[in-house]
């Protein structure tokens, strides 16, 4: 049995969430394999290798995986996919874009967001916004995965010893062509691999307010900054700060919820924090169900004090 992963990276670097996804490969068991699908890639295929647990490295360093278009990569996936049991990828946006395709054109259902495996075919995922747990068994010949990489501790990034081999490029279908890509810089951690978060919601009342007491305390925690939906469709800040359902799913060591009620599909997206530290004036706001630390008062008063007995 062979597992087929899909590294999720930017042609620069490998990105942390492949190494989640490795360890969901380890639980299946069996000979896992990266797929490394872009071009000019070299640097990550050399740091695929590195990876704990990883037997081999395929490479596609190829025009047409430039950009990882969902199309071409898809393509790529299902001609090589047919000599594995299981393709893995990671449950971000680029897993998400590519991961149907394939099911699709394999002819096979996507079990998607898995957070735990049972066994090489039973694996266990959220449904309800994360308020039940469905265990799935799949009866495909090839089951298409996507992982929710905050249900597996990541493998070790050194150690290993994979052979690479060099995967020829598949056609490149013209289907869709890259126009451009604006990605927001910012000196502060990546939200979704960041050991602690500062996340504000509604009850900062705007964006001024949201920057002004957020910004100092996650200087202090060298944390990155996250919000609720509510206050992303206020307008406080861009949707990539989103977290929740429909926004990104994060297990910090360390979460702060300011301001946040606590909506379910906010839930959704931070409840497997190892420590919640909230901060409501509403004592009732079911975002203390899931707190490990609750501060009842009013957050124009109580953040800055934090902040200055932060030193």
Same mark, same amino acid.
């Given at each position: 049995?062979?597992?087929? #992963?899909?590294?999720?990276?930017?042609?620069?670097?490998?990105?942390?969430?492949?190494?989640?996804? @490795?360890?969901?490969?380890?639980?299946?068991?069996?000979?896992?394999?990266?797929?490394?699908?872009?071009?000019?890639? !070299?640097? @990550?295929?050399?740091?695929?290798?590195?990876?704990?647990?990883?037997?081999? %490295?395929?490479?596609?360093?190829?025009?047409?995986?430039?950009?990882?278009?969902?199309?071409?990569?898809?393509?790529?996936?299902? !001609?090589?996919?047919?000599?594995?049991?299981?393709?893995?990828?990671?449950?971000?946006?680029?897993?998400?874009?590519?991961?149907?395709?394939?099911?699709?054109?394999?002819?096979?259902?996507?079990?998607?967001?898995?957070?735990?495996?049972?066994?090489?075919?039973?694996?266990?995922?959220?449904?309800?916004?994360?308020?039940?747990?469905?265990?799935?068994?799949?009866?495909?010949?090839?089951?298409?995965?996507?992982?929710?990489?905050?249900?597996?501790?990541? @493998?070790?990034?050194?150690?290993?010893?994979?052979?690479?081999?060099?995967?020829?490029?598949?056609?490149?279908?013209?289907?869709?062509?890259?126009?451009?890509?604006?990605?927001?810089?910012?000196?502060?951690?990546?939200?979704?691999?960041?050991?602690?978060?500062?996340?504000?919601?509604?009850?900062?009342?705007? !964006?001024?307010?949201?920057?002004?007491?957020?910004?100092?305390?996650?200087?202090?925690?060298?944390?990155?900054?996250?919000?609720?939906?509510?206050?992303?469709?206020?307008?406080? %800040?861009?949707?990539?700060? *989103?977290?929740?359902?429909?926004?990104?799913? #994060?297990?910090?060591?360390?979460?702060?919820?300011?301001?946040?009620?606590?909506?379910? *599909?906010?839930?959704?997206?931070?409840?497997?924090?190892?420590?919640?530290?909230?901060?409501?004036?509403?004592?009732?706001?079911?975002?203390?169900? %899931?707190?490990?630390? !609750?501060?009842?008062?009013?957050?124009?008063?109580?953040?800055?004090?934090?902040?200055?007995?932060?030193?």
């Amino acid at each position: 049995m062979a597992i087929l #992963v899909l590294a999720e990276h930017d042609n620069a670097s490998l990105k942390p969430a492949t190494l989640n996804t @490795v360890a969901a490969a380890v639980k299946i068991g069996g000979d896992i394999h990266i797929l490394v699908a872009g071009q000019g890639c !070299g640097a @990550v295929a050399a740091a695929a290798a590195k990876v704990a647990g990883v037997a081999k %490295v395929l490479v596609a360093d190829a025009a047409p995986y430039a950009d990882q278009t969902a199309e071409n990569v898809a393509a790529l996936v299902v !001609g090589l996919g047919k000599s594995y049991s299981h393709i893995l990828a990671a449950a971000t946006s680029n897993g998400k874009n590519i991961l149907p395709r394939v099911a699709a054109l394999l002819d096979v259902a996507q079990i998607s967001e898995i957070i735990a495996v049972e066994a090489a075919d039973t694996f266990v995922r959220p449904i309800y916004a994360g308020n039940a747990l469905a265990t799935v068994k799949s009866a495909d010949a090839i089951k298409v995965i996507s992982v929710r990489t905050t249900g597996f501790d990541a @493998v070790a990034a050194e150690g290993g010893t994979a052979a690479t081999e060099n995967v020829a490029a598949a056609a490149d279908l013209g289907i869709a062509k890259f126009i451009s890509r604006e990605i927001s810089k910012s000196e502060r951690p990546e939200l979704s691999a960041a050991k602690v978060i500062v996340s504000g919601g509604r009850g900062l009342a705007s !964006g001024e307010n949201y920057h002004k007491l957020l910004e100092p305390l996650a200087d202090k925690l060298g944390a990155a900054l996250g919000a609720s939906r509510a206050a992303v469709d206020a307008g406080f %800040v861009p949707n990539d700060y *989103q977290v929740g359902q429909t926004g990104k799913i #994060v297990a910090p060591q360390l979460y702060f919820a300011i301001g946040i009620s606590g909506a379910i *599909q906010h839930l959704a997206g931070m409840k497997d924090s190892k420590v919640i530290v909230a901060i409501n004036k509403d004592e009732d706001a079911p975002i203390f169900q %899931v707190a490990d630390y !609750g501060l009842v008062g009013d957050l124009f008063t109580a953040v800055p004090e934090l902040v200055a007995a932060l030193g």
